[in-house]
């Protein structure tokens, strides 16, 4: 509304016989898609949202389509008598191209069925847009004349993108668009200059894969990825082209890729899903191994999560195939196999992924203020964080212990499970210890210490007896330091502690009080006679204990009941004027009376 307002307001400065209206569409477009649906990618809310616009423009401008029987109503440049039917040309168009990327993001992908609808509400869209640049052209300023041509020229890029044909022509039409945008993020405000170029760096990519599919760039598929890694609605198209050609080249790998080793064993892979699934979670970890210190943590978790479902894929085509395998022995072991080493690559990079959150726990752990305001970690959700990882631990020790034929390589994958549980337990019992710290419990803080101290170079001593390198040594050794530090404080400080608990003490008796000016519920000394704990050695309490409220409350006693007559109104007595005794009166009082 308020855009339509400005609209409006720009319509009534320009000549009244030939209005020239001014609408600043990318501003508006990318107002209503951020508020309603695309910034979480839901495309189907932003198309709901375009038709009941529409709606509700018809509804205004008195322009319906007939109450019974659909009577069509074009919209030409004698119709566009003020600003709002230049919007329902826009919001058409917008909900055509929403209801396109809607089917675009099923689940399992447009079937033939599905994609020639998608292709079809893409033709609707640069319809739509076209006849906006069209309209724009005689009835809006030269501003809004260059924003529609570049909102047309971009959606003619989109639909030749989909149609995978005409690259040239789509080409020209995303270097069009982009052009034009660069020009316009030269003037205007600032809010319109740097959604310019957000727009700029949106199409860039889609710039790049027509070059590359022109053969007239150099890039490699590796490059593409890295570019399909921006954000933004207008590079949604572009993703899922580029995934699908990403799935192509899987797909002709996957065909060389006939066996899976792990530790030791060699399975067969006959099911092409499988082979699929599998090849993009490799190159998943691949990735993420190659870029280890220059992603940051919340794409690294990104990667993580993608890589559990092609894992997850593969075990569901793996567990399809077991159900129809029927009674074939030598197939059913070759799948129970691979699934078992699917489960057991699955536990492993959930650990890595659980690892990756300690890690970022404590980077906040050590923080005294945040500058963006984040929430400062506690011990005990790291303590919670390594419950996790010795849950995974046991779970993929006790996975790859199982089975009749053991490999070496097994019995020292399961070995060196047990001496990351060990190490894990110590971490652990060493950031229990520091909750225990926090709350004032300065002997089981140091108790903790010593044993996570104990728990630490025994299994530092083990992965040296093991001759097993591993990146978790050099922080053991840390911890080890960490651990002596903190034990001798805690039990620094409850020396001391000991020393003031009288003159403490003292302090908090002599601070005993009937009364006092708390306005929350008080629990009163005299209400815990049965309770064996101290009211006054208690750290966390904050105000003086009390022994009993005074003045004492009001208490309900005993007394007569009141009698109440109530059928005293309800009964109608005997008239007594017969008997009451008559006044006399004299002679002369008779002729007066």
């Not at 940051?296 to 195939?321: G, M, N, V, W």
């Not at 009674?327 to 699955?346: F, T, Y």
């Not at 890595?352 to 959150?357: F, H, S, Y």
């Not at 080890?480 to 403490?504: D, F, L, Y």
Request: charged share 30%.
């Amino acid at each position: 509304m308020a855009s339509m307002e400005i609209d409006s307001a720009s319509s009534n400065a320009s000549d009244p016989d030939n209005p020239r209206f001014s609408i600043n569409v990318l501003q508006l477009l990318k107002s209503a898609q951020m508020q309603h649906g695309l910034r979480h990618g839901d495309y189907t809310r932003y198309r709901r949202y375009c038709t009941a616009r529409l709606r509700r423009l018809y509804k205004s401008l008195k322009f319906t389509h007939g109450r019974g029987k659909y009577t069509k109503r074009a919209i030409t440049q004698s119709t566009v008598t003020e600003v709002r039917f230049l919007h329902v040309v826009l919001y058409t168009a917008e909900r055509a191209w929403s209801h396109a990327m809607e089917k675009r993001q099923l689940p399992d992908g447009p079937n033939a069925r599905q994609r020639i609808y998608l292709i079809g509400r893409l033709r609707k869209a640069v319809k739509w847009a076209t006849l906006f640049a069209q309209l724009c052209a005689s009835k809006g300023d030269s501003r809004t004349s260059l924003e529609a041509e570049a909102y047309a020229s971009y959606m003619t890029g989109n639909l030749l993108f989909e149609q995978d044909r005409n690259w040239d022509i789509a080409l020209l039409n995303f270097k069009r668009s982009r052009a034009v945008y660069e020009e316009l993020g030269k003037v205007g405000d600032l809010e319109n200059q740097v959604l310019c170029r957000e727009r700029v760096e949106e199409l860039e990519p889609s710039i790049r894969y027509c070059l590359h599919k022109i053969g007239k760039s150099n890039i490699q598929a590796s490059e593409l990825l890295h570019i399909g890694e921006m954000e933004g609605p207008a590079l949604d198209l572009f993703k899922a082209k580029l995934e699908a050609v990403m799935s192509e080249a899987r797909s002709q790998q996957a065909v060389s890729m006939t066996e899976f080793h792990w530790l030791g064993h060699r399975f067969p892979i006959s099911n092409a899903k499988t082979r699929v699934s599998i090849l993009k979670a490799r190159e998943l970890e691949k990735d993420l191994q190659d870029s280890a210190d220059s992603l940051p943590a919340e794409k690294r978790l990104t990667i993580f999560d993608k890589i559990f479902t092609a894992y997850h894929e593969a075990r569901s085509s793996i567990r399809s195939d077991l159900v129809s395998a029927g009674n074939a022995e030598n197939v059913k072991d070759d799948l129970s196999g691979l699934d078992k080493a699917v489960s057991a690559m699955l536990g492993q990079r959930t650990i890595e992924r659980n690892q990756l959150l300690v890690k970022i726990a404590k980077s906040k752990l050590v923080r005294r203020h945040d500058e963006k305001n984040e929430k400062v970690t506690k011990p005990e959700e790291l303590v919670r964080l390594y419950d996790l990882l010795l849950q995974n631990i046991a779970d993929l020790s006790d996975l790859v212990s199982s089975g009749r034929d053991r490999k070496p390589e097994e019995v020292t994958f399961a070995e060196e499970c047990s001496l990351k549980s060990i190490a894990f337990r110590g971490e652990r019992c060493f950031y229990l210890a520091k909750s225990y710290s926090l709350a004032g419990k300065r002997a089981e803080a140091h108790v903790l210490y010593c044993h996570a101290r104990s728990l630490v170079e025994d299994a530092i001593q083990k992965f040296r007896s093991e001759n097993i390198s591993d990146p978790i040594i050099e922080e053991l050794k840390t911890l080890i330091e960490e651990c002596r530090a903190n034990s001798c404080i805690e039990h620094a400080t409850g020396i001391i502690e000991e020393i003031k608990a009288p003159e403490n003490l003292s302090n908090k008796i002599s601070n005993m009080s009937l009364t006092g000016a708390e306005k929350k519920p008080v629990k009163y000394l005299l209400q815990s006679l049965d309770n064996y704990e101290s009211a006054i050695a208690n750290s966390n309490t904050k105000s003086a204990p009390r022994i009993e409220a005074f003045p004492p409350a009001f208490q309900a006693i005993p007394r007569n009941p009141i009698v109440l007559d109530l059928a005293f109104n309800f009964i109608d007595f005997p008239s007594l004027e017969n008997r009451m005794k008559k006044d006399r009166k004299g002679f002369i009082s008779r002729l007066w009376g």
